[in-house]
């Protein structure tokens, strides 16, 4: 089974910067792009970016454009999530998966999540 690992998380000051790492194992061939969501306390789990696993695409949520910035490393098989001027409503677990289709934003169109890293962002 191919399997996700999210690092990274922590606590920051409004304003801060942190980055998130999304590691895979057992194989991916099969899968078009790696997303990035996010589920803060009493809310829905929303749709943060994504980006191909060659690279070549890659989307963002409204909220986070322009502040965050999705990346791939192919050789290290991990996907990363520099976050910028991180606000209070930043706050939450963030989650990566894996997806078939280039832009998905649903979370019915991705699978073989990992575990979530907490991102808390005080003000």
């Known amino acids: 089974q191919v399997q996700l690992v999210e690092s990274g998380g922590g606590l920051v000051q409004a304003g801060g910067s942190l980055r998130l790492t999304c590691t895979a194992s057992g194989g991916i061939f099969r899968y078009n792009v790696m997303g990035w969501f996010r589920q803060a306390p009493g809310k829905e789990r929303e749709f943060v970016g994504s980006?191909?696993?060659?690279?070549?695409?890659?989307d963002y949520a409204d909220s986070v454009k322009g502040r965050f910035t999705i990346s791939i490393d192919n050789a290290k098989n991990t996907a990363n999530l520099q976050m910028n001027s991180l606000k209070p409503e930043d706050t939450a677990v963030y989650y990566c998966?894996?997806?078939?289709?280039?832009?998905?934003?649903?979370?019915?169109?991705?699978?073989?999540w990992g575990q979530g890293t907490q991102v808390a962002v005080s003000s």
């Open positions: 998966a894996l997806g078939g289709i280039y832009g998905a934003r649903r979370i019915g169109e991705y699978g073989n």
């Open positions: 980006i191909s696993w060659n690279g070549g695409s890659i």
